[in-house]
């Protein structure tokens, strides 16, 4: 009884480890097609300076989600000015709306806003906006977009505003810069 009991129990459990091999993974309840590298929407990375001279390193991307209709992605910002004095991060919570139009990318959503003065830090919550533009060719081994880069095609750069709202204060910041070190990209696959 106990070697047909070992034996049926060796049958299911190859009958278990031979049906594993064949189905395909599954994380966090999606499929194998669901783990491959989404479709950017947006990303980018480096350092953009204003017209004030407040320069600003930021890093973003911005993907769609598993389901329908849903957005991922993070981005953190930070500038320093020098009159007043203040450090200025920013970071990005959820993601509310994304829209595209051509090389533009429009982000909606919450994020996080500590400001440091000389007289400590305050932080503030509150709905954010991100437009990012993605002006500049991107380059490939010397080439811009496949083709040899003509001289006046460099001059151009890539653009990115932010513009904050503090819920419950009466605090809003703007930033409007060129980047002038790294680069972003709008709807391209990564």
Do not use: Y
Request: contains cysteine.
């Amino acid at each position: 009884m106990k070697i047909k009991t070992l034996t049926s129990l060796l049958m299911i459990c190859a009958c278990a480890m031979s049906f594993a091999q064949e189905a395909k993974p599954v994380r966090g309840g999606q499929t194998d097609q669901a783990d491959q590298k989404p479709k950017v929407i947006a990303a980018g990375k480096g350092v953009a300076e204003a017209r004030n001279n407040i320069r600003a390193e930021f890093q973003f991307r911005f993907f769609p989600g598993r389901r329908p209709g849903a957005f991922g992605g993070d981005f953190s910002m930070s500038a320093v000015s020098r009159e007043p004095h203040r450090a200025i991060k920013l970071n990005f919570g959820e993601v509310a709306e994304i829209r595209t139009d051509g090389d533009t990318a429009i982000i909606h959503g919450s994020a996080r806003m500590a400001v440091r003065t000389d007289d400590g830090e305050r932080v503030f919550n509150g709905r954010v906006k991100i437009t990012v533009k993605d002006i500049a060719p991107n380059r490939r081994d010397g080439e811009v977009d496949g083709n040899a880069a003509a001289p006046q095609e460099h001059d151009r750069k890539d653009r990115i505003t932010v513009e904050f709202q503090a819920v419950g204060a009466d605090v809003t910041w703007t930033f409007e810069g060129v980047v002038a070190r790294g680069g972003i990209i709008v709807n391209h696959r990564r």
